[in-house]
């Protein structure tokens, strides 16, 4: 698939909707530009990782890895079951 977008004079590109649909991109989603060894460019949706994340929760105690995904399964579960 081809998509094409026009650079503003500020550096900006508007990508159209077709491609943000594919990305599932929304407004205030980031992007990431990754070049590869032939000089490609691929575009992604960057994903928060547990890293990104590292410091907006604060806890009283330590919890375990195995609870911490515990807690995830059972939140992407309780996710999935919604209407």
């Not at 060894?37 to 330590?62: N, P, W």
């Amino acid at each position: 698939m081809k998509y094409e977008a026009k650079i503003t004079s500020k550096g900006q590109v508007t990508l159209p909707a077709k491609l943000r649909k594919r990305l599932n991109a929304e407004s205030g989603d980031h992007l990431e530009f990754i070049e590869t060894s032939d000089g490609e460019v691929v575009i992604r949706r960057k994903t928060e990782s547990f890293e990104d994340l590292r410091g907006i929760v604060k806890l009283d105690k330590k919890v375990s890895l195995e609870d911490l995904e515990a807690y995830i399964s059972a939140a992407r579960g309780a996710i999935g079951t919604r209407s």
